[in-house]
T-cell receptor
Framework: NAGVIQTPRHKVTGKGQEATLWCEPI?????VFWYRQTIVQGLEFLTY????????DSGMPKERFSAQMPNQSHSTLKIQSTQPQDSAVYLC???????????FGPGTRLTVL | GEQVEQRPPHLSVPEGDSAVIICTYT??????FYWYKQEPGAGLQLLMS?????DRKEEQGLTVLLNKKDKQLSLNLTAAHPGDSAVYFC?????????????FGKGTQLIIQP
């Protein structure tokens, strides 16, 4: 099993550009979570899908951030008009829907210049 | 909402000694408890998971204690070795029905001195 795959591992964007981050969950895992990690705020929940349906997006910034899960094999997190404060490591995790353990990918380090 | 405090933020112990990390949570409905390890440039590696009906769990040199009365969770690494050097995070979840968001502590930077 390859584990959770996240691409790209590193992304550098200029202020105002768009960034799309990709996550491929573990095969058979139908719950997908996105978290953001910064030195100051630590690990913060962003959003969560179960069987491709959005369940909880209470951690998502109201503007510029969106997430989708078009099929069971991948999810995307899109940040429009990126700002320097969006710089962080974005972590994706997956789990079986009826089992609480979450397994994390290596993360995407986003740097906004 | 749920809040988790983790201490200490930094911990340095000689090789072979024990290291203890403690987390305190606020929501008495918290059902699942986790410890993760993060090495530089890597994601989170799940070390142990504990359900709320368990007070103590031991696996491969790690001991997790859960004190529901005091809402406290601890991780004890016995006979630490340099490979244990990493950042450790506790995490909790309230949903008893399976997958749900995690609330994390701020992390403990553990250094094992050779």
């Amino acid at each position: 099993n390859a584990g959770v795959i996240q691409t790209p591992r590193h992304k550098v964007t200029g202020k105002g550009q768009e960034a799309t981050l990709w996550c491929e969950p573990i095969s058979g895992h139908s719950a997908v979570f996105w978290y953001r990690q910064t030195i100051v705020q630590g690990l913060e929940f962003l959003t969560y899908f179960r069987n491709q349906a959005p369940i909880d997006d209470s951690g998502m910034p109201k503007e510029r951030f969106s997430a989708q899960m078009p099929n069971q094999s991948h999810s995307t997190l899109k940040i429009q008009s990126t700002q320097p404060q969006d710089s962080a490591v974005y972590l994706c995790a997956s789990s079986l829907p009826d089992y609480a353990e979450q397994f994390f990918g290596p993360g995407t380090r986003l740097t906004v210049l | 909402g749920e809040q988790v405090e983790q201490r200490p933020p930094h911990l340095s112990v000689p090789e072979g000694d024990s290291a203890v990390i403690i987390c305190t949570y606020t929501d008495s409905a918290t059902a699942y408890f986790y410890w993760y390890k993060q090495e530089p440039g890597a994601g989170l590696q799940l070390l142990m998971s504990v359900f709320s009906n368990v007070d103590r769990k031991e696996e491969q040199g790690l001991t997790v204690l859960l004190n529901k009365k005091d809402k406290q969770l601890s991780l004890n690494l016995t006979a630490a070795h340099p490979g244990d050097s990493a950042v450790y995070f506790c995490a909790v979840s309230s949903n008893t029905g399976g997958a749900d968001r995690l609330t994390f502590g701020k992390g403990t930077q553990l250094i094992i001195q050779p």
